[in-house]
């Protein structure tokens, strides 16, 4: 085999692997908490840890699902610099938080994991992406609302910091929208579950 698709088939297999962590399933459980995947709107990311009202489990989740995406990076640039690879690397990551092989391909939406790329990508625009969220999200209580509205801005804030990665950044909105059809419905029949703050149960 070349040397270059060994390359590439090493960083798909390592970042997909990577990706399939499932974070919030594996926390939650260690805490004795309820399975996450039964509860809320049955989605293994933070913001349905954060419907648990362990606030610091939600926290390591969204930790460590953004560091995924960095580190998938990371290393496939430790290997190869070039922009098919850090490609590979992301939507490989990306893939593998949204189908984890672990638990029946039935994972998360790839937000914090989209994002943890963005910051090896963009450390600016991670952290815009990032203020655009948190203040759609406090002010509509709607994560999924703010994700999109956050996404859509990053092909845009891509070119203004003349990144080269503008397309990765366009794929990567792309699929945001995709895992959030189902949000997208709800939102525009108004049926959509908010964000709770307040809620302390520690079950």
């Not at 496939?76 to 949204?98: E, K, W, Y």
Request: aromatic content about 8%; overall charge positive; hydrophobic content about 50%.
């Amino acid at each position: 085999m070349p040397l270059i698709e060994s390359q590439i088939l090493e960083v798909l297999l390592f970042s997909y692997l990577l990706g399939s962590f499932p974070s919030g399933v594996v926390f939650t459980k260690i805490a004795g908490s309820t399975d996450i995947r039964k509860m809320g709107s049955g989605n293994i990311g933070a913001t349905n840890v954060l419907r648990t009202g362990n606030k610091f489990l939600a926290l390591l989740t969204l930790i460590s699902d953004l560091g995924k995406g960095l580190l998938a990076i990371k290393m496939a640039n430790l290997i190869d610099p070039s922009m098919n690879i850090t490609l590979v690397a992301s939507l490989s990551c990306l893939a593998g938080h949204i189908f984890p092989i672990w638990i029946k391909f039935k994972g998360g939406k790839g937000v914090a994991t989209a994002i943890g790329i963005l910051f090896a990508l963009s450390w600016q625009t991670a952290l815009i992406v990032i203020a655009i969220w948190s203040i759609i999200a406090a002010i509509s209580r709607y994560s999924s609302l703010a994700a999109l509205t956050a996404f859509t801005t990053a092909p845009l804030l891509m070119t203004i910091f003349e990144n080269k990665f503008q397309f990765l950044a366009f794929c990567l909105t792309i699929i945001i929208w995709i895992t959030h059809k189902k949000n997208i419905k709800s939102l525009l029949k108004g049926q959509e579950t908010k964000i709770n703050l307040r809620k302390n149960k520690t079950n």
